[in-house]
Antibody, heavy 113, light 109 residues
Framework: EVQLVESGGGLVKPGGSLRLSCAAS????????MNWVRQAPGKGLEWVSSISSSSSYIYYADSVKGRFTISRDNAKNSLYLQMNSLRAEDTAVYYC??????WGQGTLVTVSS | EIVLTQSPGTLSLSPGERATLSCRAS???????LAWYQQKPGQAPRLLIYGASSRATGIPDRFSGSGSGTDFTLTISRLEPEDFAVYYCQQYGSSPPYTFGQGTKVEIK
């Protein structure tokens, strides 16, 4: 059974940093590109970042470019999102996704003073 | 960047009725890499349709997807009580950004 489990969310002050993790199981993690998607409270879904299976290709939404860094460790079946210079508008549930078919349950990031 | 526009924003229907949701792309979506998701409050999105018309595993056959190029449709043939939710389309073509539509809420009339 495919499972994606996010962790690392929490409350952080504006300008602060947070690192999200996503533990994958039930499939050959190293064969798939992976994504982070977020959803602000009461809003729609927003694609944040993608990383190819071997980390050769990395993409970011304009809204996070220069502040967020996606990475992966195929030996540990894990995906990461390093978030720096956080803003109030980054407040959202962050989902790890193997687009299009599998999603984690999400981890809430709240940026507030 | 491909912009996806979903319509209507809200659909008010009764159980047993047919729901037709639209997703229009600002430019052609490559190889029909178009997905539809269902999301209920407090839950992660659930894949319904991928490749514009293929049902995901375990999805009832009352859900169907159609379309190509820039115009796509999700049809729910007969609404069940558990189908009232928000539906999103997403294009996941050759390279990111993998944009989403803004969502259509299907609510009980």
């Amino acid at each position: 059974e495919v499972q994606l489990v996010e962790s690392g969310g929490g409350l952080v002050k504006p300008g602060g940093s947070l690192r999200l993790s996503c533990a994958a199981s039930g499939f050959t993690f190293s064969s798939y590109s992976m994504n982070w998607v977020r959803q602000a409270p009461g809003k729609g879904l927003e694609w944040v970042s993608s990383i190819s299976s071997s980390s050769s290709y990395i993409y970011y939404a304009d809204s996070v470019k220069g502040r967020f860094t996606i990475s992966r460790d195929n030996a540990k079946n894990s995906l990461y999102l390093q978030m720096n210079s956080l803003r109030a508008e980054d407040t959202a549930v962050y989902y790890c996704a193997r687009t299009p078919d599998y999603w984690g349950q999400g981890t809430l990031v709240t940026v507030s003073s | 960047e491909i912009v996806l526009t979903q319509s209507p924003g809200t659909l008010s229907l009764s159980p047993g009725e047919r729901a037709t949701l639209s997703c229009r792309a600002s430019q052609s979506v490559s190889s029909s890499y178009l997905a539809w998701y269902q999301q209920k409050p407090g839950q992660a999105p659930r894949l319904l349709i991928y490749g514009a018309s293929s049902r995901a595993t375990g999805i009832p056959d009352r859900f169907s997807g159609s379309g190509s190029g820039t115009d796509f449709t999700l049809t729910i043939s007969r609404l069940e009580p558990e189908d009232f939710a928000v539906y999103y389309c997403q294009q996941y073509g050759s390279s990111p950004p993998y944009t989403f539509g803004q969502g259509t809420k299907v609510e009980i009339k």
